[in-house]
């Protein structure tokens, strides 16, 4: 059986898509993805489907962007100079969500499934004296702890505007940017050590 040129068009658009899955890092997964979708795009109108243009059409511009971001913040991060990880660079992978004052984001023993960086008001964990200001980012406990719980309530003392980044996302930049993993790995291990201070504050005294 003869395989036509357009067949040939085809197949290739399905190998393109095999292989984006079994990437394992995430830009040869977006290129794949892109070469996927422009095969798919010209043996669709080969074919005259529409509804597989339709798709294309919506997948091949969400992973340019994605690739543009992800490619642009590795960039940031080679041109950048000092140890420390700029938060901003996270806008392009969070969502914005604005909290009023008294709004809660989570309590404690909630699953958790995204980290918060804080750009406007302020925030504080609800019986402890740990407040949260425009720079800062937390919720980076619950990604490691058992089970993804959360380990005190969180709430805004004042309007705030918050972005939200998935674990899922976080876990992409955590695995594609080494510094941005130092960075999240310090912060981890601040966090805990501070937790471990005001413990040993605010255990009674035995020994009198």
Avoid at 68 to 79: D, K, N, P, S, T
Avoid at 119 to 136: E, K, Y
């Amino acid at each position: 059986m003869t395989l036509s040129w357009i067949e040939f068009i085809g197949y290739v658009g399905t190998l393109l898509t095999a292989l984006s899955y079994s990437m394992r890092t995430i830009i040869p997964l977006r290129i794949a993805g892109i070469g996927s979708s422009i095969a798919f795009i010209a043996y669709g109108l080969l074919i005259d489907s529409w509804p597989m243009l339709a798709t294309e059409f919506i997948v091949l511009p969400l992973n340019c962007l994605r690739l543009y971001q992800i490619i642009r913040l590795l960039r940031q991060v080679e041109a950048s100079n000092g140890d420390e990880f700029d938060i901003s660079w996270l806008d392009s992978f969070s969502t914005p969500i604005r909290v009023a004052a008294g709004g809660v984001l989570f309590h404690a023993g909630d699953s958790a499934h995204e980290l918060y960086v804080i750009h406007r008001g302020r925030l504080q964990l609800r019986d402890r004296n740990i407040a949260f200001g425009p720079g800062d980012m937390i919720g980076e406990l619950g990604f490691l702890s058992p089970g993804n719980r959360r380990t005190a309530t969180l709430e805004a003392t004042e309007d705030s505007e918050i972005g939200v980044v998935t674990y899922y996302n976080l876990k992409q930049l955590y695995f594609m940017n080494p510094r941005f993993g130092f960075y999240l790995l310090k912060l981890i291990a601040g966090r805990l050590f501070e937790n471990e201070q005001r413990a040993r504050r605010e255990a009674p005294d035995t020994t009198g």
